[in-house]
């Protein structure tokens, strides 16, 4: 990940507008800020979310509130709780996916 050029930001994420992103159960709910090609998102997973897709993207994640079950296509699984993160690469390293039997709060850099 290499950060754009761009001014001094601070963000209020709770002026940022949410999305709702529905998942094969459960929903998911981004507040983001673009920077170029920089995604800066805060996410709320509801409880018994799990993601509808395998995701290839790199992320550094971090887990603010709740629990979060990361599975990695390749069958590995790692159960992050608040104050741990994961960082992987773009296409580096299993394709991953998420889910949550709590509810999960999430900051990503991707």
């Known amino acids: 990940m290499k950060l754009p050029t761009s001014p001094f930001t601070v963000t209020d ?16 709910k981004w507040r983001t800020l673009n920077i170029g090609d920089l995604r800066v998102r805060m996410v709320e997973y509801s409880p018994g979310y799990l993601a509808d897709h395998w995701c290839f993207r790199g992320h550094v994640l971090y887990v603010l509130k709740g629990e979060l079950d990361s599975e990695l296509r390749d069958g590995r699984k790692f159960k992050l709780t608040a104050g741990m993160s994961y960082q992987v690469s773009d ?10 039997a709590t509810g999960a709060t999430l900051f990503i850099v991707d």
């Open 91 to 100: 296409f580096g390293d299993a394709a991953h996916r998420s889910s949550t």
């Open 13 to 28: 994420w709770s002026r940022i507008e949410a999305t709702t992103h529905p998942g094969e159960s459960g929903e998911a």
